[in-house]
């Protein structure tokens, strides 16, 4: 269906553009426009179901209020939480907030990045999940850029992210010295730094505490399909693991499916830990031991730097990695 335009009332009317928007704002009668003039842009406007681009008249104001936000999954409950922090400080901030779904798919970010670009946004935040920054780099020289959760380690653009590699350490840590042996690991996109560093953390683990026991890493995406395949795959190996740890909630619950299909009964029969918190965790049987994200200092952050450098005209060059915190619940068997 086509959307009409402005353009279609000028057609219709033969009045101009600029005596139309005065109109169709308000502003008429301070003008001096007369009232049949009024009358027929008004009718005309009703008859093609005419509807004003708020955003575009919001952005040719450039009144340094719009950034725009790219997750690369609104799916999964971790990138929905950042957008929802995010999106609550921007308000307080008073920022208006273009929300852009990536799919975790480089093109889809691609296009993304082109509207944000196309729409003048005065700051982006972004979870980037494409390989290269050299794009971003780019815009950065005009526009703000702050990246959230990843990070290109190279770059130069400013980063908020948790210390991914000492909550992977601290989790792996609690396996080890429970007497697990045999560990699966269930991770994400291999180009994603979270997924780098959580498995280096592990690796890191597995030389301070792991003397006679082996690790596995398994899984190419954060995602449910994925954690309840590789879970399914490792079960049937000729040495099952003990304990299984997801380097997200969304793996955590295709492992969660896996186990409960298999009738295989947490921790007595397997030990879990899962990277990312939530609420829902405490109220499963077991509840789950998991390594918890500071998401909420992460949003927070991130509009306050971005309001600085929006407002102030400073330039950015914050590399911040939080702390994560280590939740434990009932999900660990000590095994002797």
Do not use: W
Not at 18 to 46: M, Q, W
Not at 71 to 83: E, K, Q
Not at 216 to 229: A, D, K, M, P, T
Not at 266 to 275: A, G, L, N, R
């Amino acid at each position: 269906m086509k959307k009409e335009t402005l353009e279609d009332i000028v057609k219709i009317t033969g009045f101009s553009k600029t005596t139309i928007s005065r109109v169709l704002n308000g502003k008429g009668e301070e003008f001096r426009i007369s009232p049949d003039t009024i009358e027929k842009v008004l009718n005309t406007a009703r008859e093609i179901n005419y509807r004003p681009n708020l955003l575009a008249q919001t952005l040719r104001k450039k009144s340094g209020n719009t950034i725009a936000l790219a997750v690369p999954h609104l799916s999964n409950p971790f990138f929905a939480s950042i957008a929802s922090h995010i999106s609550i400080e921007a308000k307080k901030n008073d920022f208006m907030v273009m929300l852009f779904d990536t799919q975790e798919d480089p093109q889809l970010e691609s296009n993304a990045i082109d509207a944000m670009v196309d729409y003048h946004v005065d700051g982006i935040i972004i979870v980037p999940c494409g390989e290269s920054p050299k794009r971003l780099e780019e815009i950065s020289k005009n526009t703000p850029v702050i990246l959230v959760d990843r990070y290109f380690r190279n770059s130069f653009l400013p980063y908020i992210s948790t210390n991914n590699l000492e909550g992977a350490f601290q989790a792996m840590k609690l396996l080890l010295t429970s007497g697990h042996k045999e560990v699966l690991v269930i991770g994400g996109p291999t180009v994603s730094v979270t997924t780098q560093e959580r498995i280096m953390g592990c690796r890191k683990a597995m030389d301070a505490f792991g003397e006679g026991a082996h690790m596995q890493v398994l899984g190419n995406e954060f995602s449910i399909q994925n954690g309840y395949i590789e879970t399914k795959l490792a079960l049937q190996g000729n040495t099952p693991p003990t304990a299984i740890f997801t380097l997200s909630n969304t793996i955590f619950l295709g492992t969660y499916k896996a186990l409960e299909e298999q009738r295989l009964s947490i921790p007595d029969d397997v030990s879990v830990i899962t990277f990312d918190n939530n609420l829902s965790l405490d109220f499963m049987k077991p509840a789950i031991t998991r390594v918890a994200q500071p998401i909420q200092s992460m949003g927070i952050a991130a509009i306050k730097l971005l309001a600085t450098c929006i407002r102030e005209h400073r330039e950015l060059h914050s590399k911040m990695l939080m702390t994560p915190t280590l939740t434990v619940r009932d999900s660990v068997k000590i095994r002797r």
